[in-house]
């Protein structure tokens, strides 16, 4: 609801500020700061500009993302969170158990999905190394 109510906003602020041919005061610049999206989709076939698909990005780059880089892309909503009781990333008593079952078995919930966690933890773009080089992050910053 809240998000019908924001891009209703949005659209007659833009619809107001079409019409008109006044500057923006002090107070319409921050409206308008705070209701613009924070992201766009873009589809395949699009002309997106600079966008491109994070696995063309990764190949572009000659391999696989380190985890710092795959955390901040798709691990961080939940892992900072604390989302759906993910454990947050610097949090060691919610890792500790976590890490006393090996990396093998971290590494396979991360990529096969566990509990509230979908497969890859949403990134299906994610090569199941990048998965690994996020939950060996994970776990080097949560000791």
Known sequence: MKFLVRAAAAMGLMALLA????????????????????????VEGQDCGDAQPVAAAAAETGGARSGA????????????????????????????????QG??????????????????????????EEVANAVQHMVDNSQ
């Open 19 to 42: 019409g008109t041919a006044h500057a923006l005061t002090a107070a319409e610049e921050k409206i308008v700061e705070r209701i613009r999206p924070i992201g766009e989709v873009c």
């Open 69 to 100: 880089d795959v955390y901040q892309a798709a691990c961080f909503a939940c892992h900072a969170t604390g989302a759906a009781g993910a454990p947050k990333l610097g949090d060691a008593a919610a890792w500790s158990a976590r890490i006393g």
């Open 103 to 128: 990396m093998e078995t971290l590494v396979s919930h991360a990529i096969n999905g566990f509990g509230a966690m979908p497969p890859k933890g949403g990134c299906m773009a994610c090569s199941d």
